[in-house]
């Protein structure tokens, strides 16, 4: 438990450092002002300033934060305005990607979604699932590790029908379908393997030689992770997925925990995504978070006018919530869980 709180807070702290890095780097490539950069809160230690004229703050609690020059961002043109705002995010899903990256080089994940025990009274044994079966595909789509298998379940969070598995069993494939009735509506993801009645069988992998496989994969399931996270957002705020969803570091944590042994390359993996966690809060529509600025400067990249006075304070209100309101779902969720 020390390690996870341990890994926790300075990881937040390194993925913060990077973001704000990344707003800074993006606002001189495109020639807009940075007044401060805050290497630290609280009481100033240090300061110091830049050749470009940045005051550089150093303060005792290891939070950063940028502010741009006003006047100069908001003389920009709307596309700088729109480079300097995403380039936090961007910068939190690049590292991602590194660190990904990295695991599949250093230990890739193993192949084969592979059943290890089904519970006799589960949703699955009821199907007709037994131990050892492979799950190699979920509604058509070919799974090759039980990371495939969630993120394929994960987009169904909230839906009714039907789930459809293709099980490889002795040689044979054979389909098998659930009838779903909302099934994740009162369910947390992290828990979805339990909801089946299944757990998986841990199964060695070898080390792949081939760097551009490892590179190949992190980016897709850089891409896979991050779509899955805004689409399950998106069912939460509209209700058709349990808020029990809503959690923060202290969940991941708990998923990367539960998914594997902490060696190195698992590390590597929780780390990229407390990294995407970070891109993917900061694109949330408020007004502290980055996603607020980025809808202005998209909208006047497209229409080529700023956003309309009466809309602009429509999305305020609306963005604060969406923006603030997860916050205490999030903690409340991961004390829950680790209580």
């Known amino acids: 438990m020390e390690l996870v709180l341990i890994l926790l807070v300075i ?54 934060s940028v502010h741009f020059n006003k006047a100069s961002y908001e003389s920009a043109t709307a596309w700088r305005r729109l480079f300097a705002s995403s380039a936090g995010p961007l910068a939190n899903f690049g590292c991602t990607f590194l660190l990904l990256t990295a695991a599949y080089l250093m230990s890739p994940i193993a192949p ?40 394929a379940l994960l987009g169904r969070a909230g839906d009714t029908g039907t789930i459809d598995l293709t099980v490889a069993r002795e040689g044979d494939l054979i389909d098998y379908a659930f009838e779903i009735e909302e099934w994740q509506s009162d369910v947390a993801w992290i828990d979805m393997y339990e909801y089946f009645g299944i757990t998986r069988k841990n199964v060695d992998a070898e080390v792949s030689g081939n760097p551009f496989v490892g590179i190949f994969s992190a980016f897709v399931k850089t891409v896979e992770i991050g779509w899955s996270t805004a689409i399950g957002g998106f069912k939460m705020v509209f209700g058709s997925i349990s808020v ?96």
């Open 112 to 151: 084969g979604a592979f059943l290890d025990v089904v519970d006799d009274k589960g949703v699955a044994a009821t199907a007709g699932l037994q131990d050892g079966d492979c799950i190699v595909g979920v509604d058509g789509a070919d799974t090759e590790t039980w990371g495939d298998v969630g993120i």
């Open 244 to 339: 029990m969803n809503f959690g923060g570091g202290m969940q991941l944590t708990q998923l990367g925990l539960e998914s594997s042994n902490l060696d190195v390359a698992a590390v590597l993996m929780l780390l990229g995504l407390f990294s995407l966690g970070f891109g993917v809060i900061n694109l949330l529509p408020g007004p502290v978070v980055d996603g607020l600025a980025m809808i202005y400067a998209a909208f006047e990249t497209i229409v080529r006018r700023p956003i309309p006075e009466a809309a602009s304070k429509w999305l305020f209100v609306v963005g604060s919530i969406l923006a603030f309101g997860p916050i205490p779902l999030c903690i409340l969720h991961d004390v829950m869980r680790f209580t």
């Open 11 to 64: 990881s937040w702290i390194v993925f913060n450092y990077i973001h704000e890095l990344g707003h800074l780097v993006a606002a001189r490539m495109v020639g807009i002002g940075v007044d401060r950069m805050f290497y630290g809160v609280g009481p100033i230690a240090h300061r110091s300033t830049s050749a470009s004229g940045t005051e550089n703050l150093f303060g005792v609690l290891p939070v950063a």
